[in-house]
């Protein structure tokens, strides 16, 4: 899907789960949260501060809460997808216009406008240096402009292409996940960006 700059666009362009991101768009916009675009997806923020966003991915669909990990959770619906990196953001996956609970969404929302105006947050760690592993460094050299599509990508897309190879326990498993990733860095796109759309 190509960035947009207004909701209207990104549901228009959305092929997964458009029916259902529309009805969660329709209790969030039902909330007092404002609708922006952040990171080419939809963002309701709350005086300036992210709250929840909409995703729709080829096997789900589903709400980010911002601060998810300090919610209270009572109907065990979150989940860290990103165990180890993701300190704050919580996901609430579905996959069937049945599992949409307005009732719950709105309370998630209150929570979570509550902890926002009592000051509570979990900060994101920043500035730590960015260790891209050697393999992928070689590979970017070694490939006609990799290196310099891979410097234009956001910090946070750098990162987690580092990480994805960092993450690899065998060589051959890294070698698979550079030539993976190669067009997609070319492209100028996130690891994750094919599955939004």
């Given at each position: 899907m190509k960035r947009v700059a207004f909701a209207d666009a990104y549901f228009a362009e959305s092929r997964n789960w458009r029916d259902?991101?529309?009805?969660?768009?329709s209790i969030l916009l039902a909330t007092s949260l404002s609708e922006e675009i952040k990171w080419g997806a939809p963002c309701y923020t709350h005086n300036g501060k992210n709250v929840v966003g909409?995703?729709?991915?080829?096997s789900y669909f589903g709400l980010w809460f911002h601060q998810g990990a300090l919610l209270s959770d009572?109907?065990?619906?979150?989940?860290?997808?990103q165990e180890g990196k993701a300190r704050a953001l919580r996901q609430w996956r579905m996959t069937s216009v049945k599992e949409?609970?307005?009732?719950?969404?709105?309370?998630?929302?209150?929570?979570?406008?509550?902890?926002?105006?009592?000051?509570?947050?979990?900060?994101?760690?920043?500035?730590?240096?960015?260790?891209?592993p050697t393999e992928l460094q070689k590979t970017l050299r070694r490939?006609?402009?990799?290196?310099?599509?891979f410097r234009e990508l956001r910090p946070g897309l750098q990162r987690e292409y580092a990480?994805?190879?960092?993450?690899?326990?065998?060589?051959?498993?890294k070698r698979n996940?550079?030539?993976?990733?190669?067009?997609?860095?070319?492209?100028?796109?996130g690891l994750n960006g094919k599955y939004r759309r």
């Open positions: 259902e991101q529309l009805r969660l768009r909409i995703g729709g991915f080829k009572d109907s065990k619906v979150l989940i860290n997808a949409i609970k307005p009732t719950i969404i709105k309370r998630y929302v209150k929570e979570a406008i509550s902890l926002i105006e009592s000051g509570q947050e979990i900060k994101a760690k920043r500035n730590a240096p960015l260790e891209v490939t006609k402009g990799a290196t310099a599509a990480d994805y190879i960092a993450s690899a326990k065998r060589a051959d498993t996940r550079i030539e993976k990733i190669l067009p997609m860095i070319s492209a100028g796109i």
